[in-house]
């Protein structure tokens, strides 16, 4: 065999060794930075018109004043959206959410999740998902559309006034697009506990394998 054929072969076989595909490395990656630019901005914007009776500390809001950050909001709103939209794409595509997030069962969810508290959940096969992974990664992907749909809507309430209708007006859209940041918040401080609880899918995530 030459040189360029054991090459080939090698690269093929690391390829279908990958554990989480270039692709969903990429866009995950992206997604995360992308998040974290919209949730610090967001905060700032949030600041200036409070929905609740408190703001949030302006050492973990980003862009210094309101106009900063909505600079940053509408810079960061395009990378996590076409990234997002790209994300989606190929997840339907290629079949991976069929494989990889479905079926999601109630006793499947609550079997796992019973296992997790009691420390007996396996984490020897990284290649598939337990239920409460399924449950929370679908569940969080729906997020992310709804909170994108949402900002739209309070970005262009007279342009996409069907869609602010679809929230119920832009005061409501305005809560619904603070309660996906506070589901999405949530979501991350258990996600990043758990993929530091389970180094070897951190290390999956980034270098596949
Ligand atoms: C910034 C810190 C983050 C870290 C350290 C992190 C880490 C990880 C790791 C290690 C995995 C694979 C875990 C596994 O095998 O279960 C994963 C998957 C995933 N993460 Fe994150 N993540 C972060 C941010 C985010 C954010 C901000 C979101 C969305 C709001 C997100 C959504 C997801 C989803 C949907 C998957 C499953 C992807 C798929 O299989 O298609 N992550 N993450």
Not at 1 to 18: F, G
Not at 145 to 162: M, T
Not at 173 to 182: G, I, L, N, S
Request: aromatic fraction near 12%.
């Amino acid at each position: 065999m030459s040189s360029l054929a054991a090459s080939d072969e090698r690269t093929v076989i690391s390829a279908a060794k990958a554990i989480q595909p270039a692709w969903v490395r990429l866009v995950h990656w992206i997604n995360a930075v992308a998040m974290i630019l919209m949730i610090m901005s967001g905060w700032q914007i949030y600041n200036a018109s409070p929905l609740f009776s408190f703001n949030f500390s302006k050492s973990i809001t980003l862009g210094g004043w309101l106009g900063g950050a909505l600079l940053w909001h509408f810079a960061a709103m395009w990378l996590l959206m076409v990234n997002g939209m790209v994300y989606l794409a190929l997840g339907l595509a290629s079949g991976r959410f069929r494989k990889k997030l479905l079926p999601i069962t109630p006793s499947g969810i609550l079997s796992d999740a019973r296992a997790a508290l009691t420390g007996r959940l396996s984490h020897d096969d990284l290649s598939r998902y337990n239920y409460v992974q399924k449950m929370l990664y679908a569940g969080i992907i729906v997020v992310g559309i709804v909170i994108v749909l949402s900002g739209l809507s309070i970005w262009k309430p007279v342009q996409l006034q069907y869609l602010t209708a679809l929230f119920g007006g832009y005061d409501v859209a305005r809560y619904v697009h603070f309660t996906c940041m506070a589901a999405i918040v949530g979501f991350l401080i258990v996600h990043v506990a758990l993929a530091l609880l389970v180094p070897k899918s951190l290390r999956a995530m980034i270098i596949g394998r």
